[in-house]
């Protein structure tokens, strides 16, 4: 008797959601990845989903779906619920794998009818600004069986109950648009809580609510000028019983030691002022004031789609040296985002202060980048021996810190930096045979997670650190590829829609605030505005998730109907404000936006881009009218582009590389002959350029993938290889850690360019790490979630191996090649649910089984044919 593959279902996840707690989805769809033999493939499943009344099992479902199934029961859940979930699934023998894991998980409060809690502020006048401090006591009677605290605020908070905090959240509740959506967070503290006395305290601090925010000076109390909190404990007690202690007037509010916190300004902590005890029961806060009820609609608290900004890492110094006085000079080897933990000792009111820098010049901070941002933290000893601190409601962008008053021990043993962003899971690898490239792709990894902090941000030193739109749209596959972003970034797009004008202008960035005569009010710019068409689509190709479509369709219909009215009747949009092909190294410092491709060209070509995959969206989703409609749109645009910026020789009016690069790769050239011969004069600009880059934010992420399209892959890797600026390596020779805002941020001389944008954590530039996924390691998907696998590595540089690797929603994908002298061999991962197969450079295919395989390809004449396992 012939043994059965048996599949093996690990634990299902719902949504996007790293951690199922406390999640906003009534009806949250399921997925699940199967390990089984070569071969073997899903032909049904079932789904076990336990909750209060009983396990409910679906009859078994002939699909081989696994990726974002609906809901499988009528009944969704209702607020507060918990649920387990488990899947086995089948093969064609019809034999029943086991069941997976359980996956557990919990809603949060579902209905604006949930909240009694109130908001609660001071009610003093807040004429200084300081951080308050509130508490509550309350009893606790009954055993408690479990208990779970609802909690936001008009600002930033950290709360702890009986001493202790709850959870390890920072920055929460985050940044939305907060006037439409205010996230709230659940937490389990069944265990922070014991019969008798309990207390339950908040720190409050401005964040982005009320805080200094934007350039030119910046602007505060953007949402209000009074800080709340909403909190809401509720404890379900082992006899049935529940009780709920929520925020009310019976609250007290105190200042703490925080003397004043902002994102850009940076902390400053009175440790002297602190009021040991002031969250445990029995502290006297009898000289403490009153609260007021302060307005907000529980309507618009939603709980998180995405994970929350957690410390993800801790770095200690790699060189510390001591300046004048008592000031150390400390480099972190790293250029990253967080803040400065340190261990001092001192008399009571010395003062410890650490200020930020990306760079050193001369010896020193240069902290002129960060324009407006100070970005200084200011600890005062309250004198006791060793005290331990760090900020608790800022970040900076640095690599350096100055500390001066310093009066610690060992600075490598007492100075540590802690790494903030968005904890999303990593799901992308790669790693070749070239240090440099490995660097380069590693300063990328950093630049996403020094920017993806609850918002993609456009830097997060200076005093900018804006959502803005642009930077994201290019950014987005290599983001998607990278790290698991669909959660945050479908709460942020979200943002982008309730933001989108009435008439359909995309703000240059979400959430918007004011910004000058040149950002506000918002005007309609192509390559930014794009983000609502352009953006869901790369999350879509990532996930496969249609929902998220379904969700922005409308923000995606009204920019490109929006556009249709701003063009001209032919289809060009060829007039107003555009920024262009921004920061392209020819522009002048005054005007970045003035490169040397026609910015209307560029402006066509998005519109035209656009509206395709505004078609595509509206295919997908089934809305057979608006998908003939959009199409139709984009060939008549097509067609405008093409008469008015390609000349009958089939060069380009703009005869530049990011014209021909963005005529490319938007498929605006369906004539192969056109497309050869812009290819080859692509190719002949980049020789003549010296193979240094003379492209800014639109043309740089499609540079090396229009070469290698047209054949042009060596020209790529020449260009990828390049060492001089403006290049992607050059950055490398100044030590660079991270994707520096424009090529030549530092100058070859090694100062610091006197540019007003002059950033060294800009992840924009960094999208070539797509190309290093997708042509150096050749791991490309061809159609949404990764269920269809193409291999098409494309050896070249002198590269001898490359690899790459991805979680993908069926599971692990990797490639590995490596050159030898009769050929290239290639080490594959192919997912259970997904098929694959390899391109090879000659042209010949191999169809791949799931599992691991090695393939081995020797060296022959480009088109030589290839038996199905792949040896000649």
Known sequence: MSHQPIPVVAAPTAEHHREPFGIGEPAPRISWKTTAPPGWTQQAYQIEITRADGTHRTDWVASADSVLVDWPLTRPLESREHAGIRVRVRGADSTAGDWSPALRLETGLLEPADWTSHAISPQWPDTDRRPPLLRREFPVGAEVERARLYVTAHGLYEIEINGRRVGDHALAPGWTSYDHRLRYQTHDVTEHLRAGDNTIGAWLADGWYRGRLGFNGGHSDLYGDRLALIAQLEIVHRDGKRTTIGTDTSWRAAHGPIVSSGLLDGETHDAR??????????????????????????????APTGPPVRCTEEITPVRVTALDADRLLVDLGQNLVGRIRITVTGPAGHTVVIRHAEVLQDGELCVRPLRDAISTDRYVLRGEGRETWEPRFTLHGFRYAEITGWRGGDPHRDITARVHHTDMARTGWFECSNEQVNRLHENVVWSLRGNFVDLPTDCPQRDERLGWTGDIQVFAPTAAFLYDCHGMLASWLRDVAVEQHDDGTVPWYVPAIPGGPQWTPARPGAGWGDVVTLTPWALYQGSGDTGLLAAQYDSARRWVDLITELADPSGLWNHGYQLGDWLDPSAPPEDPGAGRTDRHLIATAYYAWSARHTALIAGVLGLDEDRRHYEKLAHRVRQAFLDAYVLPSGLMTSDTQTAYA??????????????????????ELVAAGGHTIQTGFIGTPLLAPALSATHHVDTAYTLLLQQECPSWLYALKHDATTIWERWDSMLPDGTVNPGEMTSFNHYALGAIAQWLHTTVAGLTSVSPGYRDIVFRPRPGGGISWAGAAHESPYGRVAIRWELHASGIEVHTTVPTGATARIEWPDGGVTTLATGTTTTWRPERPTGQPTSPNGHH
């Open 273 to 302: 002022d602190e009021r040991p005890g002031w969250s445990t029961p029995g502290f006297d806060d009898s000289d403490w004031s009153p609260v007021d009820i302060v307005t907000r609609d529980p309507a618009t608290l939603v």
């Open 662 to 683: 963005v005529a490319l790769q938007f498929d605006l050239l369906p004539d192969p002959t056109a497309r050869t011969i812009a290819g080859d004069r692509l190719a």
